[in-house]
Nanobody, 122 residues
């Protein structure tokens, strides 16, 4: 599986952005796709994941109610709609994929995209 993340940019606090994660290679429908982020000087942290086969979703508490993950299986693309952005959301956002069940730790995801930078100004 190859992943390509895009959609990052500069936005003011309270604004919105939509990130995309386009997949190529093996079929998408049997995978879990997750988003992680890494702020400067911090560890990469889990944001949200979606399980295509079961339709399960899991959000980190820090983004619940503000971020929404969705996907288009035909396009092999997962979207992360980010609303009510805060300066603390500033980070490089990575999409990642794994098989079967949702996980929240980076080590469980073998496939990674290159990251896209989101900067939220105050």
């Amino acid at each position: 599986v190859q992943l390509q993340a895009s959609g990052g940019g500069l936005v003011q606090a309270g604004g919105s952005l939509r990130l995309s994660c386009a997949a190529s290679g093996r079929t998408f429908s049997s995978y879990v796709v997750g988003w992680f982020r890494q702020a400067p000087g911090k560890e990469r942290e889990f944001v949200v994941a979606i399980s295509w086969s079961g339709g399960s979703l899991y959000y980190a508490d820090s983004v619940k109610g503000r971020f929404t993950i969705s996907g288009d299986n035909a396009k092999k693309t997962v979207y992360l709609q980010m609303n009510s952005l805060k300066p603390e959301d500033t980070a490089v956002y990575y999409c990642a994929a794994k098989g079967f069940t949702i996980a929240t730790t980076r080590d469980e995801y073998p496939y990674w995209g290159q990251g896209t930078l989101v900067t939220v100004s105050s």
